[in-house]
């Protein structure tokens, strides 16, 4: 009697999304969330401290305003790009600028919290010719990144000492130097 073997199992050409490995250009969406809810939340929570003391007729008024549209924008890219097709926003936004960028940071914050790091961080099968949601969401971080930037260039020539603020949780003094005067 003989044995009759099976033919070798052909592997498959095709990729699957589960075998293929994390993106190492995009941060991971926990990196994302604390960079947007933390670093960046607290920035721009100190940079709108000197514009709110503005007076209405300030003429450094006029260079704020299109940056802080274009970080309400970004920060709107964010909520979209993470939302990722699940249904419109939470209500309707503030009409009052600075009120606007608060509201939009809130809903950017609560969309990516819902993103999935393990669907966003892998790379589609090269097959389905998809883009991964990483790089759009990295990028839409980016943007926010480089508009809050703007945002404290501006702001520097209304509060010079505004990077003594920004950079103080850097630096903590084991033992500060005493008050008094040297000499």
């Not at 274009?70 to 097709?85: I, N």
């Not at 702001?155 to 003094?173: A, G, K, M």
């Not at 005493?178 to 000499?183: I, K, T």
Request: proline content about 9%; overall charge neutral; hydrophobic content about 40%.
């Amino acid at each position: 009697m003989s044995v009759i073997e099976a033919p070798p199992e052909k592997k498959s050409l095709l990729e699957t999304w589960a075998a293929n490995e994390r993106m190492r250009h995009v941060p991971p969406v926990a990196w994302i969330l604390q960079k947007l809810d933390v670093d960046l939340r607290r920035r721009i929570d100190l940079l709108f401290a000197p514009i709110t003391g503005l007076s209405p007729d300030d003429p450094r008024r006029g260079a704020i305003e299109p940056v802080l549209r274009s970080l309400c924008h970004a920060l709107d890219r964010v909520a979209e790009v993470a939302r990722q097709g699940r249904g419109g926003g939470n209500g309707h936004a503030p009409q009052e600028l600075i009120a606007r960028i608060h509201w939009a940071l809130e809903q950017a914050v609560a969309c990516v919290r819902g993103v999935d790091g393990e669907l966003v961080g892998r790379r589609y099968p090269l097959q389905t010719f998809e883009r991964s949601k990483a790089e759009p969401l990295y990028a839409a971080l980016l943007l926010v990144i480089d508009a809050v930037d703007r945002l404290t260039s501006i702001v520097r020539t209304i509060d010079p000492r505004i990077d003594e603020r920004l950079y103080e949780p850097l630096v903590s003094l084991e033992r500060p130097l005493d008050p008094r005067p040297m000499a």
